[in-house]
Structure formats: structure tokens, C-alpha cells
């Protein structure tokens, strides 16, 4: 069964950083390109940033402004987003996310249960 | 950047209707086109991709069709389970756009 786990969630005041981490079990992580969505309360999700199964292809969200950056451990089968200079705007649920090709841009067939992270004085 | 829009923002129907959600994209885009269902407090589910193609283990009362800059999303039959809000996304070049979502209720 395929599992997505974040953490690394949590408050954080404005300026400050934080990691997530995403866990991947039950499929091959490293034969799989992966994603960072968030999700603002009541709003729709967002993407942030997307990474190449060898984590050689990078490409982020034009809003993020080089503040987040996004990794990968594929001999722990593992994701990361090192979020700098947090801002109110930032508040979200942030979920991993799996592409469903192993090729190509396509969509997300799995998803994580999601992490909250909260910047407020 | 390629903006897509839903429409409705809220809709609300009885169980057994026939449904429709509709997403516009400010540019042609077939058929990089997925659905999702999402459930309060859950991930968003993939329900369809490629514009049209349904996902293994979704109910085949879930359809959806389109082209160009216009694609829908339909429920045959609603059922109680399908309470959910909807999100179109686009995809293409690494680069990843939702829709703003469809929120859909029991009246």
C-alpha cells in the first residue's frame, strides 16, 4: 500500500524557517517524481514545488520567491521542503504528493495526510 | 501563466441528480486535465486524469469530457458519499495550476 507521511509541521514566527519531511513507503520512491502542495484554510490547493525521481530537475512556484527548496533521500525514501523566511501568507496544510506517470508531467495519484504550518507572532 | 476557473463555486443538489462542474482554462490546454474529490479534513483523491480518463476504483457514475480551453466534470447519479468539494488541475512543463474548487451539497 502506498503511504505519504509529513511531518515537520508546526508554529513558526514570521522570518523564521522550518523543514518538512515526507516518508514514503510501498512503492519505489525513487522511480517516482514528487511534489510539495499547500492549502490555505478555505482556499484551494496550491502547488509549491515539484522534483525529478533522481531529484536532478527542479522546478518551483513563481510566488515562493527562492524562499523554499525542496529535496530528496532516495536511500531513506524520503522528501524534504526547507521553508526560509516564513511569512503570514504561508499558513497552510502542506501535503506531499506523488506523480502518476513515471514520466512526464501528469497528475497526483497519491497524497499524504498533510502538515500544518502556522507563522504568527 | 494559464489561470483556471470552476463554476460553479457552490452547488447544491439532491441525491440522484445529475451533476455538473465545469473548468475554464485561460489557454487551450487538452488534455492536461485532472479532477479531484476532496472531503473535509482529507487530501485531495485523484478521480480523473488526462481530461477524461477515470481512475481505477472510482464509481463509473464519475465522467468527465472536454477540449480546448473548456472540460466538465459529471456525476450520473449524486449519492451522499459525493459530498465533497472539486478541484480541476492542469498540468504540464512541471508546472501545476488548480481551479479554485466546487463545493458540493445535499439539498
Known amino acids: 500500500e502506498v503511504q505519504l507521511v509529513e511531518s515537520g509541521g508546526g508554529l513558526v514566527r514570521p522570518g523564521g524557517s522550518l523543514r518538512l519531511s515526507c516518508a514514503a513507503s510501498?512503492?519505489?520512491?525513487?522511480?517516482?517524481?514528487m511534489n510539495w502542495v499547500r492549502q490555505a484554510p478555505g482556499k484551494g490547493p496550491e502547488w509549491v514545488s515539484y522534483?525529478?525521481?533522481?531529484?536532478?530537475?527542479?522546478n518551483n512556484a513563481n510566488s515562493l520567491e527562492g524562499r523554499f527548496t525542496i529535496s530528496r533521500d532516495n536511500a531513506k525514501n524520503s522528501l524534504y521542503l526547507q521553508m526560509n523566511s516564513l511569512r503570514a501568507e504561508d499558513t497552510a496544510v502542506y501535503y506531499c504528493?506523488?506523480?502518476?506517470?513515471?514520466?512526464?508531467?501528469?497528475?497526483?495519484?497519491?497524497w499524504g495526510q498533510g502538515t500544518l504550518v502556522t507563522v504568527s507572532s | 501563466d494559464i489561470q483556471m476557473t470552476q463554476s460553479p463555486s457552490t452547488l447544491s443538489a439532491s441525491v440522484g441528480d445529475r451533476v455538473t462542474i465545469t473548468c475554464r482554462a485561460t489557454q487551450k490546454i487538452h488534455p492536461w486535465l485532472a479532477w479531484y474529490q476532496q472531503k473535509p479534513g482529507k487530501a485531495p483523491r485523484l478521480l480523473i486524469s488526462d481530461a477524461s480518463n477515470l481512475e481505477s476504483g472510482v464509481p463509473s457514475r464519475f465522467s468527465a469530457t472536454g477540449s480546448g480551453t473548456e472540460f466538465t466534470l459529471t456525476i450520473s447519479s449524486l449519492q451522499p458519499d459525493d459530498i465533497a468539494t472539486y478541484f480541476c488541475q492542469h498540468y504540464n512543463n512541471y508546472l501545476y495550476t488548480f481551479g479554485q474548487g466546487t463545493k458540493l451539497e445535499i439539498k
Open positions: 510501498g512503492f519505489t520512491f525513487s522511480t517516482y517524481s
Open positions: 504528493a506523488r506523480v502518476r506517470a513515471k514520466a512526464g508531467t501528469d497528475s497526483f495519484d497519491y
Open positions: 522534483i525529478s525521481s533522481s531529484g536532478g530537475y527542479i
